[in-house]
C-alpha cells in the first residue's frame, strides 16, 4: 500500500505563487508517475500536469501551460507542483496521485491524497 501526504495549499491573491507538495510512503517501488488533478465545486475533476518519475518527462494542461511546474525529488519521493501567476479560475481542491503508468488521466492512477484546497482572490 502506498500513502500520499499533500501540503502547500493556501488563500493567496491574483498573480501570487504557492507550491504544492505530495510526500508518498509505503510501497513506492513500482510508482511510475506523478500526476495532480483540481476540482472546483460543482465541476468535475481535471487534469493539471503530470511526470514520468524516471524520465523527467511531463504533461500540461493547456490551462496551466507555463504558469504550473511539476517536478520530483528522488530521494524524498516526493512530487510538487510549482504553480505561478495564479488566477481566480484556479481556485480548486488540488489531488495528488501516484501509479505505475504516466498518463493524464485519472483513472490510471492507483493512488491518491487527501487534498488541498487552493483559493486564488483577484
Known amino acids: 500500500q502506498v500513502h500520499l501526504e499533500e501540503s502547500g495549499g493556501g488563500s493567496v491573491q491574483y498573480g501570487d505563487s504557492l507550491r504544492l507538495s505530495c510526500a508518498a510512503s509505503?510501497?513506492?517501488?513500482?510508482?511510475?508517475?506523478v500526476g495532480w488533478f483540481r476540482q472546483a465545486p460543482g465541476e468535475e475533476r481535471e487534469f493539471v500536469a503530470s511526470?514520468?518519475?524516471?524520465?523527467?518527462?511531463?504533461i500540461y494542461s493547456n490551462s496551466v501551460k507555463g504558469r504550473f511546474t511539476i517536478s520530483r525529488d528522488n530521494a524524498k519521493y516526493t512530487g510538487y507542483l510549482h504553480m505561478n501567476s495564479l488566477k481566480s479560475e484556479d481556485t480548486a481542491g488540488y489531488f495528488c496521485?501516484?501509479?505505475?503508468?504516466?498518463?493524464?488521466?485519472?483513472?490510471?492512477?492507483?493512488?491518491w491524497g487527501q487534498g488541498t484546497q487552493v483559493t486564488v482572490s483577484s
Open positions: 496521485a501516484f501509479g505505475s503508468i504516466f498518463s493524464r488521466y485519472a483513472s490510471m492512477y492507483e493512488f
Open positions: 509505503g510501497a513506492t517501488s513500482g510508482l511510475a508517475a
Open positions: 511526470l514520468d518519475w524516471s524520465t523527467g518527462n511531463t
